[in-house]
């Protein structure tokens, strides 16, 4: 993110400008059970927050009374921003919130604010954008201090309790000592973070050209690491939007090299310590540059994302090892971050017993122990050798080899590795089992399932395996019957939770996964979900100004978030342009594309200074730039047809069938009795229809 104008010419005010004010009464507290200290957190369901209840630190929920109670006490604000699985939130609050003199200072000069980012994605947002303009990087715990009326003066993350004592005490002096130029500075802040959210709109028609995308690509291509995958650093996360992105383009290119890029990354991923060898899922980033040692805290949105990888991966390289990765991710979903009715937890935490990574890694005398005669192959299959421990006698499983190369190495069949792999991770798991299992973050975040249900469908298109479909389906009907508050989605659900508020990005990826099961099942009520939830997101969210989308619905925060960048998580702006794409494709609606192609002609300059930070919007510009084929078929037979034309990898087509007649545009008069057509069309041009799959990739090659 760009520092402002109004920011560059301040710099070197901003190391001290950090500020804070005056004294605060303590707040009595009844203390609850054995707990010394309760706060107003305890009322709280976010098992984040809950976490905090019992420090002394007089924790207050984030809340517009709090802000007003700050202004009426002429106190600053601390809002301190983490989430449950967050490993070094935690070390800050043992070493520094626990801490009575640290609380102490706290609660006499501040009114002290504690948000879980996954609950209010929105007030993370302005703050980690302040802090990102302040000190040009961010992370968690984040924790900013504010004037009452929230614009920001300070950010920072960790802190030791020395540090954080050193900031609070400067903060307090420059506050009592010079309250107009603390005013001024946040002022600049709060500019910054207005203008980084501003998107100045196309004004002109705008034609896309193929050589757009390849610029991008040859831009970003400078940054892969072609040797152990993904993109150069000290650390790498997994980006599933970038990767998915850049299949799309390799195949409709003939990009052999960022084929070859991508198909490397996957495989070292996949080989590498990011993966659960033994119980399967992933973990949140690489702390290495060849995703050797994790960090381990597993969440839903990667998973969920990776499955739809791994998924049109298979497709395109017919990996067994893809489809292996694929179900027992799924596999360990269903087993450790589903709930009883059918939703899928947020996260489960790093730590264990105040270390992280415990749960998960392997001591070599233990491994000996468990694995007796096998343990001299097995090292050798998972590297456990002194060169690749993490830490002195502390391993994580990886592999280096190739099963069939390291089968040969070994003289045993690869049949026989697999069946001394199965007997191994039987052991290992049991052993696993007996320890103190990492927490969970038991939220259900509406956006996140949303990408679950879009990776199972994946799944089901790549595998057809029935019972992926289903789990799809079930698990938008568990969103829809607890996700919604008063007619409209709460972006988190938990029993006793007080939420309400739902977010753009909830709207959006609930509408994609609609959008896909329509195409999986045919059935006509998910693209009616998908086009009702569109609408909303038009009526609650959009910015007349820019033709973009806001990210939430309120004015309450010190300014208006438009998302545009993806991350971790793709950019609800992204996926809205996209929703609308596809969805006036279905219906011939011209003014959603019109729409859609408005949105990505604003944002192509953005894409153009950084193509790796806005891969859905590359998406979407492929989509505008290459063919882009709708592909009906209509006709009782009409589900071996598509599942048929989905073994293929086919990037920039829509497929959708119908078993009866239909008003819809791409089937209208299309069906006819006991016969099965596939129609291949291209902006409402169609050709002649035929009746195998084979005859319509013939069709959509010669166009």
Same mark, same amino acid.
């Given at each position: 993110?760009?520092?402002? @104008?109004?920011?560059? +010419? ?51 929920? $984030? ?76 992370? $968690? ?15 920072? @993350?960790?802190? @030791? ?22 005013? &001024? ?142 179900? &027992? ?11 009883? #009715? ?19 890694? $392997?001591? +070599? ?47 045993? /069949? ?28 038991? +939220?259900?975040? /509406? ?27 079930? /698990?938008?009907?568990?969103?829809? &019957? ?33 959008? #896909?099961?329509? @195409? ?43 998302? /545009? ?93 119908? +078993? ?14 006991? #016969? ?28």
């Amino acid at each position: 993110m760009k520092p402002s @104008t109004i920011f560059a +010419k301040t710099t070197l005010l901003l190391a001290f400008l950090i500020s804070t004010s005056c004294k605060n009464k303590e707040e009595k507290v009844e203390v609850v059970e054995n707990h010394k200290f309760t706060n107003a957190l305890v009322n709280e369901s976010s098992p984040y927050l809950l976490q905090h209840a019992h420090n002394p630190v007089n924790w207050r929920p $984030w809340s517009q009374e709090a802000l007003e109670d700050a202004k009426r006490e002429n106190k600053l604000v601390l809002v301190s921003i983490g989430y449950s699985s967050c490993h070094w939130c935690h070390v800050m609050e043992e070493e520094t919130f626990e801490d009575e003199e640290v609380a102490k200072v706290m609660n006499e000069n501040f009114i002290s604010i504690k948000v879980d980012r996954e609950e209010r994605p929105d007030v993370d947002q302005i703050y980690m954008t302040a802090l990102q303009l302040i000190s040009g990087n961010g992370g $968690w715990p984040l924790n900013v201090i504010t004037l009452p009326n929230g614009k920001p003066l300070y950010g920072g @993350t960790y802190h @030791t309790k020395d540090q954080w004592t050193q900031v609070l005490s400067k903060i307090n002096d420059l506050y009592k000592n010079d309250p107009q130029k603390a005013e &001024e500075y946040a002022d600049m802040v709060a500019a910054g973070i207005a203008e980084a959210n501003t998107i100045v709109p196309n004004q002109k028609d705008v034609t896309f050209d193929k050589k757009e995308v390849q610029a991008n690509v040859e831009l970003w291509r400078q940054y892969w690491d072609l040797e152990y995958g993904g993109d150069m650093g000290e650390q790498k996360f997994m980006i599933p939007s970038n990767l998915m992105f850049l299949l799309d383009y390799a195949i409709l290119q003939k990009d052999d090299q960022a084929l070859a890029h991508v198909k490397n990354t996957l495989d070292k991923m996949a080989k590498g310590g990011i993966y659960d060898h033994l119980a399967g899922g992933f973990y949140r980033y690489s702390t290495d540059s060849r995703w050797k040692v994790p960090h381990f805290e597993k969440m839903l949105y990667d998973n969920a994302q990776l499955i739809s990888l791994y998924s049109k991966a298979y497709t395109v390289f017919g990996d067994s090892e893809y489809q292996r990765i694929v179900w &027992e991710t799924i596999d360990f979903l269903k087993r450790e971050m589903k709930n009883e #009715e059918g939703g899928y937890y947020a996260a489960l935490d790093a730590d264990t017993e105040g270390e992280e990574g415990k749960f998960y890694v $392997w001591g +070599k005398q233990e491994l000996q122990e468990i694995l007796e005669n096998d343990f001299e192959l097995f090292s050798k299959y998972y590297s456990i050798n002194e060169t690749d421990q993490w830490e002195v006698d502390t391993y994580v499983l990886h592999v280096k080899m190739e099963d069939a190369d390291f089968a040969k190495s070994e003289g045993i /069949t690869k049949g026989e590795l697999q069946s001394r792999k199965e007997k191994w991770h039987k052991s290992l798991l049991e052993a696993r089992s007996r320890r103190i299992a990492p927490g969970i973050d038991d +939220k259900v975040i /509406t956006s996140w399932n949303a990408l679950l249900i879009t990776g199972l469908v994946d799944a089901y298109k790549a595998f057809q395996q029935e019972s992926f479909l289903q789990e799809a389906q079930h /698990t938008l009907e568990y969103l829809l &019957e607890n996700g919604m508050y008063r007619g409209n989605l709460v972006h988190t659900y938990k029993e006793g939770s007080n939420q309400k508020e739902g977010f753009l990005e909830d709207y959006t990826y609930l509408a994609q996964s609609a959008l #896909e099961l329509y @195409t999986a099942s045919f059935d006509i009520q998910y693209l009616e979900i998908a086009t009702e939830l569109t609408e909303k997101a038009e009526e609650k969210y959009a910015d007349e100004t820019t033709g973009m989308y806001f990210y939430n619905e309120s004015d309450e925060l010190i300014a208006k978030i438009i998302k /545009t960048d993806d991350g971790v998580l793709p950019s609800p702006n992204a996926i809205m342009a996209s929703n609308l794409f596809k969805l006036g494709h279905i219906d011939y609606n011209t003014e959603y594309m019109e729409r859609s192609k408005k949105m990505l002609a604003s944002i192509t300059p953005l894409i153009e200074e950084s193509p790796s930070s806005y891969s859905k919007w590359n998406s979407l510009l492929l989509k505008n730039t290459f063919p882009f084929f709708e592909i009906a078929v209509v006709g009782s037979n009409v589900k071996p047809v598509v599942q048929g034309l989905q073994k293929h990898y086919l990037p920039n087509t829509l497929i959708v069938g119908s +078993k009866k007649n239909s008003d819809s545009p791409l089937f209208k008069d299309r069906f006819i009795e006991e #016969e099965t057509y596939i129609y291949v069309c291209q902006n409402t041009t169609c050709k002649l229809p035929v009746k195998t799959v084979e005859r319509a990739l013939d069709q959509m090659n010669n166009f």
